[in-house]
């Protein structure tokens, strides 16, 4: 089991409280530039409480929002199992309103982690000693994971209000997205000089400068749809950034799966920023801290084939609309699926279920329905509807809880006596920066370096697949690669509405209605700060 201190101290959590998006908790600690920080070991402990909040609703709130509601996933109700208020079933439909649980949750979550940012860096701006040479690096390291967090609520919600200074109570109203998106890239450039570019353990989970580089790139990626104008030069400038840096690189065909593993960690070359997780952390309050995967991921079936010691869920799944893109049979990013019969780890014998034949379909008509029945786990790709439409409901027996292809990428941890586990999760990778460089040349940017959009889409398809190189890349091509490449990694929506395919029709949703693209602002957020007004068509 790794430990997040060793990357990332939390030694002074208690000084930071976490309360609301405009911090209204008054602070009183015996903190002071006398005692502390007086160097950046010390200036690490202290910047502990703002990445613990990053790390805290990540794998569970905000997955959700950005997975459940594309054709990549879906969590229907199994007899009346995980119905929980509709919450699965509205992100499918994309009917949600403004009082959605994970649309809340995620808000406050958000709101938190730029709030304890704001209180950390208030709280040592004045503490760190103004000759301490590294102040101004430990303050541009914490403005990036504010950054981050507005990035993210930018990405979600749009239309959002600018907090920076810890005591600041008055109501702000939300600024319009392409303002967000501006002060964002301002933030980023100003903090761009004083990052650091140690890439080690010593920089592991926390900003660097190519994480300020990769965030921009994203970010200008994505600009058309952020502020209506495209800045795909910027993008491939920022891609240009890293890349030649020489710190990173893609990791081949035979790690591709490990990067994911419950042992990764720095040692990972792709690893641009990347959010460590430890299952006996304890959470930052107002913030869960869990990374669940493999209880939500993995069938019940499976606890013997990957010796967990807890039974997991079951419950989410993926669409025959998004599996259609693992289509190439020598791709080693098909082995991230449980499909088809399953076997135990030795791959040779079966996964067996006993029940009863109404246990195994609960629609059986026969007298001897309460005879033992016992099967092979077959996982089907097809999700069924087939107790009730109306509450999203597959049904109650094993042909329900066997439906849909089941992702394994972050390998459930055996090693963990809860449901949480210790596989960290990246939020920005080696491999993003080289298909958004290849992405940004086919949507009209000028190739540079010599890297073609071909060359560079390639290049990652020779660590991945044993398959020949192909003659020519389309963005078609782009998006089924992002979909391979970044299954289960929060990006899926992000891809979609930049593709033009976020309105189109898969499962069971039909929705077109473009002003899905954000989330409304939640009630409890209107509540607490009336200045603000609601998203169109909410």
Same mark, same amino acid.
């Given at each position: 089991?790794?430990?997040?201190?060793?990357?990332?101290?939390?030694?002074?959590?208690?000084?930071?409280?976490?309360?609301?998006?405009?911090?209204?908790?008054?602070?009183?600690?015996?903190?002071?530039?006398?005692?502390?920080?007086?160097?950046?070991?010390?200036?690490?402990?202290?910047?502990?409480?703002?990445?613990?909040?990053?790390?805290?609703?990540?794998?569970?709130?905000?997955?959700?929002?950005?997975?459940?509601?594309?054709?990549?996933?879906?969590?229907?109700?199994?007899?009346?199992?995980?119905?929980?208020?509709?919450?699965?079933?509205?992100?499918?439909?994309?009917?949600?309103?403004?009082?959605?649980?994970?649309?809340?949750?995620?808000?406050?979550?958000?709101?938190?982690?730029?709030?304890?940012?704001?209180?950390?860096?208030?709280?040592?701006?004045?503490?760190?000693?103004?000759?301490?040479?590294?102040?101004?690096?430990?303050?541009?390291?914490?403005?990036?994971?504010?950054?981050?967090?507005?990035?993210?609520?930018?990405?979600?919600?749009?239309?959002?209000?600018?907090?920076?200074?810890?005591?600041?109570?008055?109501?702000?109203?939300?600024?319009?997205?392409?303002?967000?998106?501006?002060?964002?890239?301002?933030?980023?450039?100003?903090?761009?000089?004083?990052?650091?570019?140690?890439?080690?353990?010593?920089?592991?989970?926390?900003?660097?400068?190519?994480?300020?580089?990769?965030?921009?790139?994203?970010?200008?990626?994505?600009?058309?749809?952020?502020?209506?104008?495209?800045?795909?030069?910027?993008?491939?400038?920022?891609?240009?950034?890293?890349?030649?840096?020489?710190?990173?690189?893609?990791?081949?065909?035979?790690?591709?799966?490990?990067?994911?593993?419950?042992?990764?960690?720095?040692?990972?070359?792709?690893?641009?920023?990347?959010?460590?997780?430890?299952?006996?952390?304890?959470?930052?309050?107002?913030?869960?801290?869990?990374?669940?995967?493999?209880?939500?991921?993995?069938?019940?079936?499976?606890?013997?084939?990957?010796?967990?010691?807890?039974?997991?869920?079951?419950?989410?799944?993926?669409?025959?609309?998004?599996?259609?893109?693992?289509?190439?049979?020598?791709?080693?990013?098909?082995?991230?699926?449980?499909?088809?019969?399953?076997?135990?780890?030795?791959?040779?014998?079966?996964?067996?279920?006993?029940?009863?034949?109404?246990?195994?379909?609960?629609?059986?008509?026969?007298?001897?329905?309460?005879?033992?029945?016992?099967?092979?786990?077959?996982?089907?790709?097809?999700?069924?509807?087939?107790?009730?439409?109306?509450?999203?409901?597959?049904? %109650? $027996?094993? #042909?329900?809880?066997?439906?849909?292809?089941?992702?394994?990428? +972050?390998?459930?941890? *055996?090693?963990? @006596?809860? =449901?949480?586990?210790?596989?960290?999760?990246?939020?920005?990778?080696?491999?993003?920066?080289?298909?958004?460089?290849?992405?940004?040349?086919?949507?009209?940017?000028?190739?540079?370096?010599?890297?073609?959009?071909?060359?560079?889409?390639?290049?990652?398809?020779?660590?991945?697949?044993?398959?020949?190189?192909?003659?020519?890349?389309?963005?078609?091509?782009?998006?089924?690669?992002?979909?391979?490449?970044?299954?289960?990694?929060?990006?899926?929506? %992000? $891809?979609? #509405?930049?593709?033009?395919?976020?309105?189109?029709?898969?499962? +069971?949703?039909?929705? *077109?209605?473009? @002003?899905? =693209?954000?989330?409304?602002?939640?009630?409890?957020?209107?509540?607490?700060?009336?200045?603000?007004?609601?998203?169109?068509?909410?």
């Amino acid at each position: 089991m790794k430990k997040i201190t060793t990357y990332i101290g939390l030694v002074l959590t208690a000084y930071f409280m976490s309360s609301c998006h405009d911090v209204v908790v008054p602070i009183t600690t015996e903190l002071t530039p006398d005692i502390f920080p007086q160097n950046t070991s010390q200036f690490i402990q202290a910047s502990g409480p703002p990445y613990a909040a990053l790390r805290g609703n990540y794998a569970i709130d905000y997955w959700f929002m950005q997975s459940e509601t594309t054709d990549e996933s879906i969590m229907p109700a199994r007899g009346g199992n995980w119905f929980d208020n509709q919450n699965y079933r509205h992100l499918h439909y994309h009917s949600w309103t403004k009082d959605h649980g994970w649309t809340n949750s995620t808000w406050s979550w958000l709101s938190n982690v730029i709030g304890t940012t704001n209180q950390a860096l208030s709280i040592l701006d004045k503490t760190i000693p103004a000759t301490v040479t590294t102040k101004a690096s430990n303050l541009a390291e914490l403005k990036m994971v504010r950054a981050i967090a507005y990035f993210m609520m930018m990405d979600l919600y749009g239309n959002v209000p600018i907090y920076t200074d810890y005591g600041d109570f008055t109501p702000k109203p939300n600024t319009p997205r392409a303002q967000v998106f501006a002060f964002i890239e301002t933030e980023i450039k100003a903090a761009l000089p004083n990052l650091s570019t140690d890439v080690s353990v010593a920089t592991y989970g926390r900003a660097t400068k190519y994480t300020a580089y990769a965030l921009l790139a994203k970010m200008y990626l994505n600009a058309e749809v952020y502020t209506g104008t495209a800045r795909l030069k910027d993008c491939i400038d920022a891609c240009d950034n890293v890349i030649a840096s020489g710190k990173y690189a893609l990791e081949t065909r035979a790690n591709y799966l490990q990067m994911f593993y419950p042992n990764n960690g720095p040692q990972m070359k792709e690893f641009i920023f990347a959010i460590p997780y430890d299952a006996a952390a304890s959470a930052l309050p107002g913030t869960n801290s869990n990374m669940y995967h493999a209880r939500y991921d993995v069938p019940r079936s499976a606890t013997k084939k990957f010796n967990l010691p807890f039974t997991p869920s079951a419950p989410r799944s993926t669409l025959p609309e998004f599996y259609v893109n693992f289509n190439d049979a020598n791709d080693i990013r098909n082995k991230q699926w449980l499909t088809g019969l399953q076997f135990l780890a030795d791959g040779v014998t079966p996964v067996t279920v006993t029940t009863t034949k109404k246990g195994f379909d609960q629609f059986y008509t026969g007298s001897d329905g309460s005879a033992a029945y016992t099967y092979q786990v077959n996982l089907t790709p097809k999700i069924e509807l087939r107790q009730d439409l109306v509450t999203f409901d597959a049904g %109650n $027996d094993e #042909i329900a809880w066997n439906m849909g292809y089941r992702n394994v990428k +972050f390998l459930p941890d *055996a090693t963990s @006596t809860t =449901r949480n586990q210790n596989n960290d999760v990246p939020f920005l990778r080696y491999s993003d920066i080289i298909l958004m460089k290849a992405e940004a040349i086919i949507r009209g940017g000028t190739a540079t370096n010599g890297e073609t959009a071909l060359s560079l889409y390639n290049q990652l398809r020779a660590t991945r697949t044993t398959s020949s190189a192909v003659s020519s890349v389309t963005l078609s091509d782009i998006y089924a690669e992002r979909c391979r490449e970044f299954a289960w990694e929060s990006w899926h929506r %992000n $891809d979609m #509405i930049r593709f033009g395919k976020y309105e189109d029709t898969w499962g +069971f949703k039909t929705n *077109a209605d473009v @002003t899905r =693209r954000i989330f409304p602002i939640p009630t409890g957020a209107m509540v607490l700060n009336p200045a603000l007004t609601q998203n169109p068509g909410y």
